[in-house]
């Protein structure tokens, strides 16, 4: 994520390789940018529901590659 230090910059190195666009984006509008459910589905031209889809997939699968029981921000840096 621009602007972000240290594991946001990790994180978001490995979403700008590893997220679908569709999810990258819808993720990054209303976490970085800040837009509304809303504004996000207006800006990407879309409906609300999948605005919510794509960001709920997104942070499952960031969740899922910090894994902080195990390893913590080292297995996102093991996946590139």
Request: proline share 2%; hydrophobic share 45%; aromatic share 4%.
């Amino acid at each position: 994520l621009p602007g972000a230090t240290g594991v946001d910059d990790t994180l978001g190195a490995w979403a700008s390789r590893r997220l679908p666009e569709a999810q990258r984006t819808a993720f990054e509008l209303m976490q970085r940018d800040g837009l509304s459910l809303r504004e996000a589905a207006q800006a990407l031209g879309t409906t609300e529901n999948a605005i919510k889809l794509r960001a709920h997939r997104a942070r499952t699968a960031l969740r899922a590659a910090i894994d902080l029981s195990e390893d913590g921000v080292d297995s996102v840096a093991a996946g590139f």
